[in-house]
């Protein structure tokens, strides 16, 4: 039997066998509580998706199996800390499977920690700018839902939330076929001839929000990062600069999520290699991405709470752009219509109809939509949805 094959088995037949402790648990519960502090949790997750452009998805569309994953905690005292592990199987049977985070935290107080290890950086809106299962197209460019390694300040008071990181490099490459995408996060990455990297970057944010902890609540905030990015055939280092602004409003059942994102990408290439694009890589597949943009995003949501037999029923509309600097080069746009629901318990599920143009996701231009953007310019659908169970 193919080594992919059996650790596939070994994680299935170790995640079910959770599962089965886990449904004895008191209704509500996500997590095994083993005791002195200790978690133990994961996922099992399937998705259906149509495909308009392309042909192996005609008619009904097809299910895969997405995404297994153990979840490890600890919280006693002033200590924390989190680890969670992804195993991915592609149709076709090639497979990846990489540390998503895992970090350790130490509470000085009420207000402040400290968090080092593997985690989530401080930008834009968090811990989502978004509300599908796509996220929005920072996420594609490393801007959303990303971790590196390194050290994170959390400060905490009244309506303030300040934080400040430094991360020493990126997540690094785990497992699967490519050079160095095997990750979680999308980040610029050596491929072949290309030989970037990131390294040294530091990143704050800063949140007020006014009406905390009411019905009406609005947050605005700022965030910036600033990082090297040294090229291994030139010997130099290039750097990597974002801003962004946001603004996030719940109004009772209603939400509102805006943001605006400047990155730029300044590579020390050698000659005749190009500078308007980055390598960047996830998920074991890079491509090629814009080394300079503008990144546009306006969500809107409505929390419907219970409907019948669901719960945690929201409806949401998200859109995102990513407009580049390079003349010729093509914008890449994303639109999401969906709901998700916990329709059991420890169930949750999103339904998504996608709307993308020069994405890499939602059409044929997956080399090279977030770059120049492929011949294919018109708009394609996908529906998806994801079902996983949660333990």
Known sequence: ????????????????????????????????????????????????????????????????????????????????????YRYYRYRGGADTHFLQHAWVGYRFN?????????????????????????????????????????GKLIHRTGPWDLQLAYYVRDGGHWSGDSESSARYTFNVVENGAVRNSERDTVVGRAAYTFGKDTQQSSEIGVSLLSGRLPNATTG?????????????GDYGPWGVMLQATRYVNSVENPPGQDRSVVIMGAYDFPYAVAARANLYTANLSYRVGEWGALRDITVYADYSMLSKDAAGFRDSQQQVYGVSFTPIDKVFVYVDYLRGRQHPYIGPNFSTGLAAGGADDSWHDRVNVNAGVYF
């Open 236 to 248: 130099r280092d290039g750097h990597r600069r974002a801003g962004a602004v946001h603004y996030r």
């Open 1 to 84: 039997m193919p080594t992919s094959t059996v650790r596939f088995a070994y994680l299935r037949d170790a995640l079910l066998s959770a599962l089965l402790v886990s449904v004895t648990l008191a209704d509500g519960a996500w997590a095994i509580d083993i005791g002195n502090g200790f978690r133990l949790g994961g996922a099992l997750r399937y998705n259906y998706a149509y495909k308009d452009w392309d042909p192996k998805y005609d008619g009904t569309g097809l299910v895969d199996f997405d995404t297994a994953r153990i979840d490890a905690g600890y919280d006693s005292g002033p200590w924390l800390a989190t680890a969670q």
């Open 110 to 150: 009420d207000d402040t920690q400290l968090h080092v290890g593997l985690n989530p950086i401080p930008f834009g809106i968090t811990p989502f700018a978004s509300h599908n299962y796509f996220f929005s197209m920072a996420y594609y460019v490393g801007l959303e839902d990303s971790y590196n390694l390194g």
